[in-house]
T-cell receptor
Framework: AQTVTQSQPEMSVQEAETVTLSCTYD???????LFWYKQPPSRQMILVIRQEAYKQQNATENRFSVNFQKAAKSFSLKISDSQLGDAAMYFC????????????FGKGTKLSVKP | NAGVTQTPKFQVLKTGQSMTLQCAQDMNHEYMSWYRQDPGMGLRLIHYSVGAGITDQGEVPNGYNVSRSTTEDFPLRLLSAAPSQTSVYFCASSIGQGDTFFGQGTRLTVV
């Protein structure tokens, strides 16, 4: 069975500091994608970053980067220079097939940013 | 592009009432799906579709019906609302293993 685990229900970071959100997953598929989505209080689901499993290089999008450890099945999100607008729920998502039925969500990590 | 348009944003139903949540996408995506989001549970798949005329059940399909008569539209029907269906609902669409696009969500309360 495919699983995604986010072991930190809540995290807190000081503004301008760096925080890392953890995600581990399990899949028997060799071809898959991993994503981090952000859900602010507005409820909108916003794509933060994606990682293709066949790529060894870690994805980076401005202040957001991932540490993708394929052998360990780990996919953590690092947020640098945290801003108040980063406060949100963050979901780790595994897409292991070509169908919407192949999406597995973690249960989310609620990130608070302190001024 | 409008992306994924989901309506309504809020809805209150009485137990036993029926309603349809609308979802439309203008990106010509093959895959569409419905999720419900409950506190501490993440997003759970209700139903999904891999193309017009094809639908399948997800993790929590009971009490919900879907149809996909066109590529663009994927409505979710609650046949007889129950308090256990109080939740936030999201429609989503994508192509293959590409990015998944979400609607704005519907907060449904069943009293």
């Amino acid at each position: 069975a495919q699983t995604v685990t986010q072991s930190q229900p809540e995290m807190s970071v000081q503004e301008a500091e760096t925080v890392t959100l953890s995600c581990t997953y399990d899949t028997s598929e060799s071809d898959y994608y991993l994503f981090w989505y952000k859900q602010p209080p507005s409820r909108q689901m916003i794509l933060v970053i994606r990682q293709e499993a066949y790529k060894q290089q870690n994805a980076t999008e401005n202040r957001f980067s991932v540490n993708f450890q394929k052998a360990a099945k780990s996919f953590s999100l690092k947020i640098s220079d945290s801003q108040l607008g980063d406060a949100a729920m963050y979901f780790c998502l595994l897409n292991y097939g070509g169908s919407q039925g192949n999406l597995i969500f973690g249960k989310g990590t609620k990130l608070s940013v302190k001024p | 592009n409008a992306g994924v348009t989901q309506t309504p944003k809020f809805q209150v139903l009485k137990t036993g009432q029926s309603m349809t949540l609308q979802c439309a996408q203008d990106m010509n995506h093959e895959y569409m799906s419905w999720y419900r989001q409950d506190p501490g549970m993440g997003l759970r798949l209700i139903h999904y579709s891999v193309g017009a005329g094809i639908t399948d059940q997800g993790e929590v399909p009971n009490g919900y019906n879907v149809s996909r008569s066109t590529t663009e539209d994927f409505p979710l029907r609650l046949l007889s609302a129950a308090p256990s269906q109080t939740s936030v609902y999201f429609c989503a669409s994508s192509i293959g293993q590409g990015d998944t696009f979400f609607g704005q969500g519907t907060r449904l309360t069943v009293v």
